[in-house]
């Protein structure tokens, strides 16, 4: 058997080769320009978000409620409309009021904020005399109209 040319000792490392050549081969060359560029173009750490809680709705505020009451008989088989500038009124067409008694017609207004003006109509076609009535928000309003 003939035995190998080949040196064993040229194919084994020695140790502190072996390890510089695997700091070398792990760790890249950077340039000192280079690393102040990297460094610049890190971006800030991402900000912490606090988590939404939700909330509960907040209670509605109370809304206004507006009494306006009609003291008038004005005769079997007629009705009695009311027509303004409110929320929910119009002075182009009448909506109409109930009907309590003989005598006694009511119509109520809620959520209102500023002053409404109004009048009443007898089957929305003849309108009571004199000028507007005026209510506040949260007014309790009797009124014995005449037409």
């Known amino acids: 058997m003939r035995k190998s040319t080949k040196s064993k000792t040229s194919a084994v490392e020695t140790p502190a080769a072996s390890e510089k050549t695997k700091v070398a081969a792990s760790t890249p060359v950077i340039s000192p320009r280079v690393a102040a560029a990297a460094a ?3 971006a800030p750490a991402p900000e ?4 939404v809680v939700p909330q509960a709705p907040k ?8 009494k306006i009451r009609a003291q008038i008989d004005i005769g079997f088989g007629n009705e009695l409309f009311i027509r303004g500038n409110a929320a929910g009124l119009s002075w182009d067409k009448g909506i109409q009021m109930n009907c309590v008694n003989n005598d006694l017609w009511t119509f109520t207004l809620v959520g209102m904020s500023a002053p409404v003006a109004f009048k009443f109509l007898v ?3 003849t309108w009571s005399a004199g000028e507007d009535y005026v209510a506040q928000p949260g007014d309790d309003f009797e009124i014995a109209p005449t037409f």
Request: a positive charge; aromatic letters at 0%.
């Open 40 to 42: 610049a173009a890190v």
């Open 123 to 125: 089957n929305d076609l």
């Open 59 to 66: 209670p509605a505020a109370p809304q206004a409620v507006t």
């Open 48 to 51: 912490v978000k606090k988590p």
